[in-house]
């Protein structure tokens, strides 16, 4: 049988070996930073001065600001989690470029959401007075009576866009642009589309998923099947991008807030989607939080870049939206 290796020994030879060359490298240390101070160099120059250690080479500059991001991706990581603890649902998470964006907006000024505690819902109402009391304010609008002679209503289904997706030549064909695969563990339009026919049809693992057009002529060609909505302002243009979004009944989008550059509208095509805003947290003292319900043929204007917003699709239809921004 080998004898064990003897513990105590190589206990107390190897303290002495790493004694002796740490002082070493503690008088080298010293030594260049008696150096700097000497030569009395300003931060700036010190701040970028490499000490080479071995084979890498590590910026003292560099690691003073690693340090300092740590700490601030830190602190946003728990004043992220205090603010979902206390005032969020449970059970809500957000991806970490989701948390990062909200944290470094601006405060808003609670005035924006104080009073309001509903959606207003609207009917028959011009492009002046939206504009002038509704375009670009904070209050969430539903108009009810926009949509109407939309092919969409009739033509919007699962099968329509997998066909529209696999089929249809436009430009360089893939849609690589905004994929948002929320948690249904579908990683991409081209998955979306090769999905079983089963979970397709709602009676798999629920899914929900969100996507933009890339490419003007697949804009163009949806445009086909709905139009600009009569009440937006008559100077109010869109990008050629659009945003759908669909998935069976459950969880839709998690809470969150955009940092899109301008406000936009979305109409509920099929299925029933429930809303739930909150305000931004510095206004959580003074504003409501609160829930409502888009309908089919409905078209929701809410400013998703101030309110917190998550969604639900409610039990029966697959929901199909689809909107765009405006400025
Ligand atoms: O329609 C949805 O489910 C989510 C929409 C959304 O999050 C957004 O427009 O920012």
């Known amino acids: 049988m080998a004898t064990p290796p003897d513990d105590d020994m190589t206990q107390t030879t190897r303290p002495k070996i790493c004694d002796k060359k740490l002082k070493t490298a503690e008088l080298k240390i010293n ?13 700036s120059y010190t701040s970028r001065l490499e000490v080479e250690t071995g084979k890498s080479v590590v910026s003292v500059g560099n690691i003073k600001k690693f340090i300092v991001v740590i700490f601030v991706l830190f602190f946003i990581n728990f004043a992220q989690w205090l603010y979902l603890e206390f005032f ?4 809500c998470t957000m991806d970490v470029p989701a948390i990062m ?18 959606v207003v819902r609207l009917e028959n109402i011009t492009s002046k007075e939206f504009e002038d009391n509704y375009a670009y304010g904070a209050t969430p609008v539903i108009v ?19 066909e529209f997706y696999q089929n249809t030549k436009m430009g360089k064909q893939t849609n690589d642009c905004y994929y948002f695969a929320y948690k249904s563990g579908i990683n991409s339009l081209t998955e979306v589309f090769n999905m079983d026919e089963k979970r397709a049809n709602m009676s798999g693992d629920p899914w929900y998923v969100g996507w933009s057009t890339c490419f003007e002529e697949e804009t163009r060609k949806l445009r086909v099947y709905y139009k600009r909505p009569y009440f937006l302002p008559t100077s109010a243009e869109s990008q050629m991008v659009d945003w759908i979004f669909m998935g069976g009944p459950g969880q839709g989008a998690h809470m969150h807030v955009d940092s899109v550059k301008q406000m936009s509208w979305q109409a509920q095509i099929r299925g029933r989607k429930q809303w739930e805003l909150a305000p931004p947290p510095e206004c959580l003292y003074y504003c409501s939080w609160f829930t409502f319900t888009v ?24 929901s199909i939206t689809i909107g765009a921004e405006y400025d």
């Not at 964006?101 to 509903?118: A, H, I």
Request: with cysteine; proline share 6%.
């Open 31 to 43: 030594k260049i930073l008696q150096k700097i101070d000497s030569l009395q160099l300003n931060n």
């Open 88 to 91: 969020g649902r449970k059970g």
């Open 101 to 118: 964006k909200p944290l470094f907006r601006p405060p808003e000024d609670c005035s924006m959401c104080m009073g309001v505690n509903d």
């Open 144 to 162: 009810t009576d926009a949509t109407a002679g939309w092919k969409a209503l009739q033509e919007f289904d699962f099968k329509f866009f997998a």
């Open 295 to 318: 309908a089919p043929g409905e078209i929701l204007v809410v400013d998703t870049n101030r309110w917190y917003h998550k969604t639900n699709v409610l039990p029966g239809d697959i």
